[in-house]
């Protein structure tokens, strides 16, 4: 049976008005920080986190020294990325 416990990273981003995904952070979303937990994730899996202009770095920084940060895009590129 699979764990059950509570995964931020696994947050989807489907909500209408985006938001940052820093804790208690309730800005709207500028950026898009895409990531991949090589231990957790095929190699051209890609999770993302949404930041705003304030947490950017700082959720940048969280997992660039994980060596988990791939890409980090302006939320408007990344939706244009995705071909919807
Ligand atoms: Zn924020």
Same mark, same amino acid.
């Given at each position: 049976?699979?764990?059950? /416990? =509570?995964?931020? %990273? ?13 804790? &208690?952070? *309730? ?17 051209? /899996? =890609?999770?993302? %986190? ?13 997992? &660039?020294? *994980? ?18």
């Amino acid at each position: 049976m699979a764990a059950r /416990r =509570r995964r931020v %990273w696994d947050e989807d981003v489907t909500d209408e008005t985006p938001v940052c995904s820093a804790k &208690g952070c *309730r800005a709207a979303a500028v950026w898009v920080l895409a990531w991949n937990n090589p231990k957790l994730h095929t190699p051209e /899996r =890609r999770k993302t %986190w949404l930041a705003c202009e304030e947490h950017r770095e700082h959720l940048s920084q969280f997992l &660039g020294v *994980r060596g988990f940060l791939k890409d980090v895009v302006t939320l408007d590129a990344w939706d244009a990325a995705q071909g919807s």
